[in-house]
């Protein structure tokens, strides 16, 4: 399928717009939302079962523009841990927020710029984990599964692409079309960065950019766009959703971001990863796609194993199984884990860390 462009035309004040008190509002609506419905998973007719809890007090400070909510929030940790800059009344509370309405420098997985255009959600969270170096990864897991299930509280179908995109499949915006391969639209995407003290990650920053009504690229989409889309072309599921009033002004979906990154939080903090690795691995976009996987030995020219995704591990590898292989290869054991060199069996299983292969927005039928 070819990638369409969804030019939008300048947000209106709703959508750039924002306002603690009525994000507050929109938060008791989601409370009462979450006691009506639950969120479906889009591979199968389970029903999540995880109830968003209630969420209350949350500082929220917004802003007209900064370089970048991760960087304002860090500035702020660093003056209430500096015992130089230290002051009781500044001090940094665990779930506080900061929401810009735009963002000069905002910064995406692998160093990339993050467009940050009116328009759009730029929110990031400051959490204290005290949680091992060795399972920081799951920060990322628990929190993009949290927004992934508060949007679809919302009726938003969002699947996720490894390892923190959240995605729009092309056959939810027209259904399925004959002789074209499915694609992916982007629209939102997890950034975590963290302290560390020792072996412990001390402090960390969740930064959400996601797509209200602002100009996206071709292989983007925002809601207003996604939500138009569905409403105009219902299949039988969702032909009597409600609109839910989160889903019509940047207060709403800021509201939608803070219920899913601090519902993810609590219950990875409460539950363990197991159940939230469960639902990962349900919402994966390129769950049981056949990928080509090329390698460059130290001592061989590049060479190239083709596999099966079967999911992503609690470490947040992606869980590959080979299923053809041109010879053994010597691999950089920073990409793949658990052998020196890829296996010869389609019953062993590669992990593939974060980074060292880039999934497509482009799916197999």
């Known amino acids: 399928m070819t990638c369409e462009s969804h030019s939008v035309p300048l947000p209106s004040e709703k959508w750039t717009t924002l306002n603690s008190q009525h994000i507050t509002h929109h938060l008791n609506q989601l409370a009462a939302l979450s006691n009506q419905t639950q969120a479906q998973a889009p591979h199968s007719s389970v029903q999540l079962s995880t109830a968003l809890p209630p969420i209350s007090d949350i500082p929220i400070h917004i802003y007209d523009i900064v370089d970048s909510t991760n960087t304002v929030l860090w500035q702020h940790i660093r003056r209430s841990t500096d015992p130089s800059q230290a002051n009781p009344s500044q001090a940094w509370q665990e779930g506080q927020v900061a929401i810009a309405r735009q963002q000069s420098a905002g910064r995406g997985q692998w160093g990339r710029q993050w467009q940050s255009s009116l328009g759009g959600l730029y929110l990031s969270m400051a959490l204290r984990p005290n949680c091992p170096t060795t399972v920081a990864a799951q920060i990322t897991l628990s929190v993009v ?65 996601l797509n209200g009504a602002n100009p996206v690229p071709p292989q983007g989409i925002n809601l207003q766009t996604l939500w138009s889309k569905i409403a105009s072309n219902p299949t039988d599921s969702d032909r009597h959703l409600p609109l839910t009033p989160c889903l019509m002004s940047l207060n709403g979906i800021a509201a939608i971001a803070i219920w899913g990154i601090r519902s993810g939080w609590q219950r990875w903090q409460q539950q363990g990863i197991d159940p939230i690795i469960r639902d990962y691995n349900t919402f994966l976009s390129h769950r049981d796609q056949s990928i080509q996987v090329k390698y460059q030995g130290q001592s061989v020219q590049s060479q190239s194993v083709q596999g099966k995704i079967l999911g992503v591990s609690a470490s947040g590898h992606l869980r590959l199984r080979p299923t053809s292989l041109s010879s053994p290869i010597q691999v950089n054991s920073s990409d793949v884990t658990g052998t020196s060199s890829l296996p010869q069996s389609s019953s062993q299983e590669i992990l593939l860390t974060p980074g060292s292969v880039h999934l497509g927005y482009q799916l197999n039928p």
């Open 145 to 209: 599964v949290g927004v992934a299930i508060a949007l679809r509280l919302c009726h938003i179908p969002v699947w996720i692409k490894w390892p923190n995109d959240l995605v729009v499949p092309s056959t939810i915006l027209a259904g399925p079309q004959p002789n074209h391969l499915p694609t992916l639209y982007k629209l939102g995407g997890i950034l975590t960065e963290t302290r560390i003290q020792g072996q412990t990650v001390s402090h960390a920053v969740v930064g959400l950019g």
